[in-house]
């Protein structure tokens, strides 16, 4: 070994402190991490929240001291398989050390705005569904009214309707829905608010805009359901069309297709392969890998990402936990994008700091 080189190592390095960095990009994201006694939170200790944010749990959501809310919608009552996903937020919560630097992306989002765990939305009932997405849709657009940017973890996909109705009173949103099935089915059993339906209502009642909108992943044999997806506009790119163009050219088209509106990010975890994410209700073999999901993601930077939704987590059905790890590491992901929106850089949002 060059002893001079080790000697300059030794010089620097040999007596650091815990928590001291010298290249300046490492420097400033350890400021995030550490006190200044050099000591770093431990992963597993207090109150569990979604990507260790601070926990801000205000009686009033709209009056929460944030940019953007992380929040759990633990609900249920829409699903036509497995039930369970109402413990999604809660094992989500429980996922460690996910963050706090992006390395592609070369973001700390949570240093360029203030982020908070909000807690969960307070649902009326658990037996009336219609009752909890009216309370979901109140939410949603108290969030809006003050600001605040929602992103919010189920929860069965039936939430992103009353998430988009809440949102997209004013201007219908675009968005990006990744995910193994169309969910623009309609009446099944005699309900048309299941999670097999959010995107068709979305449309109909006017707060999502199918031309600016692309599903991404549908596969299975319950593909046909989404008919409703084609003769809306929608663009649908199938898993095996996935497969074929690669990761680059789909970012490519979910870029064009969202154009430069403000659009809704909604990521179903069973757009992953069973391998990646077994804790789900309906399970779809031949899916994306969780690095696909990921590059997927990334690609999508500089979209004017306004909100989002990780849903269908089942936690119960995966003693392994990778489930909810995947759906920790997208709703970060998702994050990532949301403080990289040009309309929220336009407001001056955030706080200083690395990134």
Known sequence: MDQETLARLRARY???????????????????????????????????????????????????AVDIALFGVPFDLGVTNRSGTRLGPRAVRAVERIGPHEPVLDLVPMAKARVADIGDIPLPSRYSLERCHAAIEDFAARLGAA??????????????????????????????????????????EGTKFHHGAPFREAVLAGVLDPARTIQIGLRGGGIWLGEFSYD?????????????????????????????GPTYLSFDIDALDPAFAPGTGTPEVGGLSTREAVALLRGLAGLDIVAGD???????????????????????????????????????????GAG
């Open 232 to 260: 809306s506009g929608m663009t649908v790119v199938p898993m095996h069309e996935v497969e074929v163009a690669g990761i680059a050219a789909v970012v490519a088209k979910a870029r064009a297709v969202a154009g430069t």
């Open 147 to 188: 600001g605040i940017r929602p992103l919010a973890v189920g929860g069965d996909h039936s939430i992103s309707l009353p998430l988009l109705r809440g949102l997209g009173r004013d201007r219908p949103l675009g968005m990006i829905h990744i995910d193994a099935h169309a969910d623009t089915a309609g009446v099944y």
């Open 14 to 64: 040999a007596d650091a402190k815990q928590g001291e960095f010298f290249d300046p990009r490492c420097a400033a994201i350890a400021r995030t991490q550490f006190t200044e006694d050099g000591r770093r939170r431990w992963p597993f200790e207090g109150v569990a929240t979604f990507l260790g944010a601070p926990h801000d749990p205000a009686a009033d959501p709209a009056q929460a």
């Open 310 to 352: 990780v849903v269908e987590v089942a936690p119960q059905y995966d003693p392994t936990t990778i489930t909810a790890q995947a759906a920790a590491q997208i709703l970060f992901q998702i994050l990532c994008l949301m403080v990289l929106a040009p309309s929220f850089a336009a407001r001056g949002c955030g706080a200083a």
